[in-house]
């Protein structure tokens, strides 16, 4: 049985045979024959293959030159190469591992299952084809044949180049869709990682920047955030002369201006540290989905629901938080066990609280940009079930749950309101 024959092509080159480095080939040009017929995986006439190593040769020199390494090839992988007096082929039924190959099976298993970004990242094999990104970015451990070089063979060197960028723009979606995912799920530190992994590789990707501001800003990292926006407009200002783009400087602004996105205050247990937030990727995801979704004129009601303490008011904070850093206005209404009859009652918290900040902030306040809206609606402010207004009933639409002895008749009974 033949050894297994181990390309690791990724961020260098490195060949073994069973255990061992693969050593003896007479050239450099014996090296990236090899590879060549590994990753074509095709049949190729003799006459082509001298041509792209030795294009700058007569062709009888060329040809004398390929059999020696073709020689050299045969007794080194006996099993591995078909060698006609015509062609030469990587022989796929020998035992063989290819790093490319791997790569691109897990990248192209993502692309056939989510397109684009966002909802679709939300489907019920995603945390499958999620796995095959990740593993597919651990496998990019750098670009094609990273250092590899021999001279005079420029056909050879075109199909590297050609190569090594179709391998990275396939790398950088990769990350791309996991900072995605990621993001979306309120998974920051994961976010972070692959957003960082695809600075490095694509320093130049301004969205890229601003995603990784927007995720140390989350993550408390305030400062580092900061920083970040300088490094892109370093970047762009002395390697391509230009500004950042309004984008760009609109979230500079939002995080220099905003002490913390961080802080969950109301969640913090009685003792310890708020721990990160786990698990609950999904439902995450999901809510931040129905977001965008009233970005486009569709609005949602979202409820949450479930067993004492499992984690309602944790999920809706963190989701508040991803929207509030993205610019969203939130407002948070509260109604307690103990508010009896009082109607309305977190929406009016939620209104005196958006007015309160309008009267407080400058002019570009997100309060001060709501509150003419608001204005109309004050009396709801003042309220209590007798006095309420008929445009409350403009403003929010309220579900009845049981009769409100309370109630003037006439009028639509209402206990409660849940938050999204
Ligand atoms: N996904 C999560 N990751 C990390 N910690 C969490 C998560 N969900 C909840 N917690 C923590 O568990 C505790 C209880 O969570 P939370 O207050 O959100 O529960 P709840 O369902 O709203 O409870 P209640 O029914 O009493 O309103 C909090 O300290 C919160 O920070
Ligand atoms: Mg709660």
């Not at 305030?222 to 391509?240: D, G, I, N, V, W």
């Not at 309220?383 to 009845?400: A, M």
């Given at each position: 049985m033949?050894?297994v024959?181990?390309?690791?092509?990724l961020?260098?080159?490195?060949i073994?045979?069973?255990e061992?480095?693969?050593k003896g080939?007479?050239?450099?040009r014996?090296?990236?024959?090899?590879v060549?017929?590994?990753?074509?995986?095709?049949?190729?006439?003799?006459?082509?293959?001298?041509?792209l190593?030795?294009?700058e040769l007569?062709?009888?020199?060329?040809?004398?030159?390929?059999?020696?390494?073709l020689s050299?090839?045969?007794?080194?992988?006996?099993?591995?190469?078909?060698?006609t007096r015509?062609?030469?082929?990587?022989?796929?039924?020998?035992p063989?591992w290819?790093?490319?190959?791997?790569?691109?099976k897990?990248v192209?298993?993502?692309?056939?299952?989510?397109r684009?970004?966002?909802?679709?990242?939300?489907t019920?094999?995603?945390?499958?084809l999620?796995?095959?990104l990740?593993?597919?970015?651990?496998?990019?451990?750098g670009?094609f044949?990273?250092?590899?070089?021999i001279?005079?063979?420029p056909?050879?060197?075109?199909?590297?180049?050609l190569?090594?960028?179709r391998?990275?723009?396939?790398?950088?979606?990769?990350?791309h869709?996991?900072?995605?995912?990621?993001?979306?799920r309120?998974?920051?530190?994961a976010?972070?990682?692959?957003?960082?992994?695809?600075?490095?590789?694509?320093?130049w990707?301004e969205?890229?920047h601003r995603?990784?501001m927007?995720?140390?800003?989350?993550?408390?990292?305030?400062?580092?955030?900061?920083?970040q926006?300088?490094k892109c407009?370093?970047l762009l200002?002395?390697?391509?002369?230009l500004?950042p783009?309004e984008?760009t400087?609109?979230?500079y602004?939002?995080?220099?201006?905003?002490?913390?996105?961080?802080?969950?205050?109301?969640?913090?247990?009685?003792?310890g540290?708020?721990l990160?937030?786990?698990?609950?990727g999904?439902?995450h995801?999901v809510?931040?989905?129905?977001?965008?979704?009233?970005?486009?004129?569709?609005g949602r009601?979202?409820?949450?629901?479930g067993?004492?303490?499992?984690?309602k008011?944790r999920?809706v904070?963190?989701?508040a938080?991803?929207v509030?850093?993205?610019?969203?206005?939130?407002?948070?209404?509260?109604?307690?066990?103990?508010?009896?009859?009082?109607?309305y009652?977190?929406?009016?918290?939620?209104?005196?609280?958006?007015l309160s900040?309008?009267?407080e902030?400058?002019?570009?306040?997100?309060?001060?940009?709501?509150s003419?809206?608001?204005?109309?609606?004050?009396?709801l402010l003042?309220?209590g079930?007798?006095?309420?207004?008929s445009c409350?009933?403009?403003?929010?639409?309220?579900i009845?749950?049981?009769?409100?002895?309370?109630a003037?008749p006439?009028?639509?009974?209402?206990?409660?309101?849940s938050?999204?």
């Amino acid at each position: 049985m033949a050894e297994v024959l181990r390309l690791k092509l990724l961020g260098g080159l490195h060949i073994t045979l069973g255990e061992a480095e693969l050593k003896g080939f007479v050239s450099r040009r014996a090296q990236a024959l090899l590879v060549y017929l590994a990753v074509t995986g095709r049949a190729h006439f003799r006459d082509a293959l001298a041509g792209l190593l030795w294009g700058e040769l007569p062709q009888r020199r060329a040809a004398g030159n390929l059999r020696v390494v073709l020689s050299n090839l045969r007794h080194l992988l006996p099993n591995h190469l078909t060698i006609t007096r015509q062609s030469v082929e990587f022989n796929r039924d020998a035992p063989y591992w290819l790093d490319v190959e791997e790569f691109e099976k897990r990248v192209r298993s993502e692309e056939l299952g989510v397109r684009g970004e966002g909802a679709q990242l939300v489907t019920p094999n995603s945390q499958l084809l999620t796995r095959n990104l990740h593993e597919a970015v651990e496998l990019y451990q750098g670009d094609f044949l990273e250092g590899f070089y021999i001279s005079k063979a420029p056909a050879f060197e075109e199909w590297m180049l050609l190569e090594q960028e179709r391998l990275r723009q396939m790398a950088l979606q990769a990350l791309h869709n996991l900072v995605q995912y990621h993001t979306l799920r309120g998974e920051y530190a994961a976010g972070i990682k692959y957003a960082t992994r695809l600075l490095a590789l694509d320093p130049w990707r301004e969205e890229a920047h601003r995603e990784l501001m927007l995720l140390l800003a989350l993550t408390g990292q305030r400062s580092a955030a900061l920083a970040q926006y300088e490094k892109c407009r370093h970047l762009l200002e002395t390697e391509l002369g230009l500004e950042p783009l309004e984008e760009t400087k609109a979230l500079y602004e939002r995080i220099r201006s905003t002490p913390s996105y961080h802080s969950v205050a109301s969640l913090r247990p009685a003792f310890g540290p708020v721990l990160p937030f786990v698990g609950r990727g999904e439902e995450h995801a999901v809510l931040v989905d129905w977001w965008k979704a009233t970005q486009q004129g569709e609005g949602r009601l979202a409820l949450v629901e479930g067993e004492a303490g499992v984690g309602k008011t944790r999920l809706v904070e963190e989701v508040a938080r991803y929207v509030r850093a993205r610019g969203a206005i939130v407002l948070e209404g509260h109604c307690y066990e103990f508010g009896g009859n009082l109607p309305y009652q977190p929406i009016a918290e939620a209104l005196r609280g958006c007015l309160s900040r309008g009267r407080e902030g400058s002019p570009s306040h997100p309060g001060s940009s709501a509150s003419p809206y608001f204005r109309t609606s004050t009396p709801l402010l003042r309220c209590g079930w007798r006095s309420y207004p008929s445009c409350c009933q403009s403003c929010v639409k309220c579900i009845p749950t049981s009769p409100n002895p309370s109630a003037p008749p006439g009028r639509p009974p209402v206990r409660g309101f849940s938050r999204p």
